[in-house]
């Protein structure tokens, strides 16, 4: 048995382990306190070794985890264990995104990360979201259908806000306003993508791997088809967990 545990700044995942197969997983807010949200899913599973991942794995490795991985190997060996195929991963989560380029083994190769800024993460468009008048889960549909986005000319959050409130004050659709924002995300992470070199097959990891209008416009710009999981936010505590099993390492 062992605990895999992903502490992100939005939400902290648990992937429980037996015998090398997934037994159990956990999503949670992370809250104003992450260290006891994850503390909390800690103590649901039978006492094991722990691996943790994500920015907050350090605050876990004094008392709780074993070890630490750093999110990069995580979501790579991840996402390869759930797509053997993989060559290239995605993982756009609420303060960073990043893109990962693996070897036909599987072995990290080369990656390019946004983590300076919330352009181009979850943060971003929750922000965006609320700045709209709409719940996360909506914001990622209402776009889809629109055909021609408004022109967002700030990344910048505190700027693309302002830009937002512009734009509906001139009566600006607010479906093209969802789609231009989600096209210049998707332009921000295709750039990225491609100075790493994309090779299929593409792994879309990360909470925003569950919006469907990012999910399209990405591989549309990436000329490709994205693998998405059924839970893409568990797969850097997947992988974390398979760290302490001979498929992690």
């Given at each position: 048995?062992?605990?895999?545990?992903?502490?992100?700044?939005?939400?902290?995942?648990?992937?429980?382990?037996?015998?090398?197969?997934?037994?159990?997983?956990?999503?949670?807010?992370?809250?104003s306190?992450?260290?006891?949200t994850a503390?909390?899913?800690?103590?649901?599973?039978?006492?094991?070794?722990?691996?943790?991942?994500?920015?907050?794995?350090?605050?876990?490795?004094?008392?709780?985890?074993?070890?630490?991985?750093t999110?990069?190997?995580?979501?790579?060996?991840?996402?390869?264990y759930?797509?053997?195929?993989?060559?290239?991963?995605?993982?756009?989560?609420?303060?960073?995104?990043?893109?990962?380029?693996?070897?036909?083994?599987g072995?990290?190769?080369n990656f390019?990360?946004?983590?300076?800024?919330?352009?181009?993460?979850?943060?971003?468009?929750?922000?965006?979201?609320?700045?709209?008048?709409?719940?996360i889960?909506?914001f990622?549909?209402?776009?889809?259908?629109?055909?021609?986005?408004?022109r967002?000319?700030?990344?910048?959050?505190?700027?693309?806000?302002?830009?937002?409130?512009?734009?509906?004050?001139?009566?600006?659709?607010?479906?093209?306003?969802v789609?231009?924002l989600?096209?210049?995300?998707?332009?921000?992470?295709?750039?990225?993508?491609?100075?790493?070199?994309?090779v299929?097959?593409?792994?879309f990891?990360?909470?925003?791997?569950?919006?469907?209008?990012?999910?399209?416009?990405?591989?549309?710009?990436?000329?490709?088809?994205?693998?998405?999981?059924?839970?893409?936010?568990?797969?850097?505590?997947?992988?974390?967990?398979?760290?302490?099993?001979?498929r992690?390492?």
């Open positions: 048995m062992v605990l895999g545990i992903d502490l992100g700044s939005r939400t902290v995942k648990a992937v429980f382990l037996r015998n090398g197969e997934i037994e159990d997983s956990q999503i949670a807010l992370g809250g306190d992450p260290y006891d503390v909390s899913l800690l103590k649901k599973y039978p006492k094991c070794p722990v691996v943790a991942t994500g920015y907050g794995r350090h605050v876990l490795k004094e008392e709780w985890a074993d070890k630490v991985v999110e990069i190997k995580a979501h790579a060996i991840g996402a390869r759930l797509f053997p195929s993989c060559r290239t991963v995605i993982d756009m989560g609420g303060q960073d995104s990043k893109v990962i380029a693996l070897d036909e083994s072995q990290f190769v390019q990360m946004n983590d300076k800024c919330a352009a181009g993460t979850g943060k971003f468009l929750e922000v965006m979201a609320q700045a709209l008048g709409y719940p889960d909506i990622a549909l209402v776009g889809i259908n629109e055909t021609k986005p408004a967002i000319n700030s990344m910048c959050t505190v700027f693309a806000e302002s830009e937002v409130i512009s734009l509906v004050s001139k009566r600006v659709k607010k479906e093209a306003i789609l231009g989600h096209e210049a995300i998707a332009g921000r992470i295709a750039s990225m993508a491609n100075r790493v070199g994309v299929a097959d593409v792994v990891s990360g909470g925003v791997a569950r919006n469907p209008t990012m999910v399209t416009l990405l591989e549309r710009k990436l000329k490709t088809k994205l693998k998405v999981a059924d839970a893409p936010d568990i797969i850097g505590a997947l992988g974390a967990a398979l760290v302490a099993t001979d992690g390492e």
